[in-house]
């Protein structure tokens, strides 16, 4: 739905660097760039089966419905295709004893978010430790004039969109403000497009596709492995360029063995001259039109899983809508006009 009302977004204002060999051939030391890596949605599989019979990895989903992808780790956002959001990809009586709230998670306190800030402690000042174990987020400073805002939005998530609506509104009275929102949860790569009231794109967000791959009984598609690294400017913090990578899991199937590399490169990708929101929004705009780049942009967005299966149609109209309108009301009109 368009909706940003799960979990733990990374309303980044940046931070990192990174190894250099993991740069695209030919591009060497960048100046005046930053990098950080993006990894998420590593979700535990108690029930996975080290064996050569790859039919006997995993157990058949007893699940009726889908599975849909968990909001417990780092990065979590919704999206059209997550209808809902349960905390294991298992069913919950084969991950603990204790009562799973499906979609749920306190507001208070609990041995979750404790568990979550003693993993963060290496990286996290005392202040940050505190609001994650109490509430699941934080805030830190990184350097003078860049702030982590890490925001636990399952503490958002419900059939009640006037708290996605409350969110969004927030996003844009600050979007000044907001160097990059990064996101996850949905296993897939997406970009969206934060516009104002008066439909100026004003900030950029970057969904990163997952490094667990999952399958949706309802959804003819999954994605590959992936993590992503962002580029930015450290003057100004403004996004420089993404550069994505993999894990093929066909051939490494087939091979046996397992090779991650590079998938693209985004401003190259799309022929972009920056990631700036009006640039962002031309793109989502361009989707509409006979191109190959909404072609490109799925392919991309299950991370090469099916090259066969294209997304016209309905399937497109709720892409591009989800790329361009983040509350409930323009995406809804976007949906029924059947375009923009
Ligand atoms: C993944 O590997 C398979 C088998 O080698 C190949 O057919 C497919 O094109 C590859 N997909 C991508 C996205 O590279």
Same mark, same amino acid.
């Given at each position: 739905?368009?909706?940003?009302?799960?979990?733990?977004?990374?309303?980044?204002?940046?931070?990192?660097?990174?190894?250099?060999?993991?740069?695209?051939?030919?591009?060497?030391?960048?100046?005046?760039?930053?990098?950080?890596?993006? =990894?998420?949605?590593?979700?535990?599989?108690? +029930?996975?089966?080290?064996?050569?019979?790859?039919?006997?990895?995993?157990?058949?989903?007893?699940?009726?419905?889908?599975?849909?992808?968990?909001?417990?780790?780092?990065?979590?956002? +919704?999206?059209?295709?997550?209808?809902?959001?349960?905390?294991?990809?298992?069913?919950?009586?084969?991950?603990?004893?204790?009562?799973?709230?499906?979609? @749920?998670?306190?507001?208070?306190?609990?041995?979750?978010?404790?568990?979550?800030?003693?993993?963060?402690?290496?990286?996290?000042?005392?202040?940050?430790?505190? +609001?994650?174990?109490?509430? $699941?987020?934080?805030?830190?400073?990184?350097?003078? $004039?860049?702030?982590?805002?890490?925001?636990?939005?399952?503490?958002?998530?419900?059939?009640?969109?006037?708290?996605?609506?409350?969110? !969004?509104?927030?996003?844009?009275?600050?979007?000044? =403000?907001?160097?990059?929102?990064?996101?996850?949860?949905?296993?897939?790569?997406? =970009?969206? !497009?934060?516009?104002?009231?008066?439909?100026?794109?004003?900030?950029?967000?970057?969904?990163?596709?997952?490094?667990?791959?999952?399958?949706?009984?309802?959804?003819?598609?999954?994605?590959?492995?992936?993590?992503?690294?962002?580029?930015?400017?450290?003057?100004?913090?403004?996004?420089?360029?993404?550069? @994505?990578?993999?894990?093929?899991?066909?051939?490494?199937?087939?091979?046996?063995?397992?090779?991650?590399?590079?998938?693209? !490169?985004?401003?190259?990708?799309?022929?972009?001259?920056?990631? %700036?929101?009006?640039?962002?929004?031309?793109?989502?705009?361009?989707?509409?039109?006979?191109?190959?780049?909404?072609?490109?942009?799925?392919?991309?967005?299950?991370? $090469?899983?099916? +090259?066969?299966?294209?997304?016209?149609?309905?399937? %497109?109209?709720?892409?591009?809508?989800?790329?361009?309108?983040?509350?409930?009301?323009?995406?809804?009109?976007? !949906?029924?006009?059947?375009?923009?």
């Amino acid at each position: 739905m368009g909706l940003l009302s799960c979990v733990v977004p990374l309303l980044l204002l940046l931070c990192g660097a990174a190894p250099l060999e993991a740069a695209p051939a030919k591009s060497s030391y960048l100046p005046g760039t930053g990098r950080f890596w993006h =990894i998420t949605d590593l979700h535990l599989d108690p +029930t996975y089966n080290l064996t050569p019979d790859p039919t006997k990895v995993a157990p058949p989903l007893k699940e009726s419905r889908p599975p849909t992808p968990a909001c417990s780790e780092t990065s979590c956002v +919704t999206h059209p295709t997550a209808s809902s959001n349960s905390p294991p990809h298992v069913p919950a009586g084969e991950l603990s004893t204790d009562l799973v709230v499906q979609d @749920q998670m306190p507001t208070s306190t609990n041995a979750v978010y404790r568990a979550a800030a003693e993993l963060w402690r290496p990286w996290l000042q005392n202040e940050a430790l505190l +609001t994650l174990s109490q509430g $699941g987020f934080y805030s830190q400073l990184v350097k003078p $004039g860049l702030r982590v805002v890490s925001l636990n939005t399952i503490l958002y998530y419900g059939p009640n969109k006037k708290h996605n609506e409350r969110l !969004v509104s927030i996003f844009r009275k600050y979007s000044d =403000i907001i160097a990059g929102h990064f996101y996850g949860h949905t296993h897939q790569d997406s =970009i969206m !497009v934060l516009l104002d009231q008066q439909g100026k794109p004003v900030n950029s967000l970057f969904v990163s596709p997952a490094v667990t791959p999952i399958k949706s009984l309802l959804q003819p598609y999954s994605n590959n492995p992936a993590f992503r690294m962002y580029l930015y400017d450290t003057e100004d913090f403004s996004m420089q360029d993404i550069w @994505q990578y993999f894990l093929n899991l066909t051939e490494a199937n087939e091979r046996q063995s397992a090779a991650w590399r590079r998938e693209y !490169v985004l401003r190259e990708a799309f022929g972009l001259a920056d990631l %700036k929101p009006l640039s962002l929004l031309k793109l989502g705009l361009s989707f509409m039109e006979q191109s190959t780049a909404f072609d490109s942009y799925f392919k991309h967005f299950m991370v $090469g899983y099916d +090259t066969s299966f294209t997304c016209g149609g309905a399937c %497109k109209i709720s892409q591009v809508c989800a790329m361009l309108y983040l509350d409930q009301l323009s995406y809804s009109r976007c !949906v029924e006009k059947g375009g923009w």
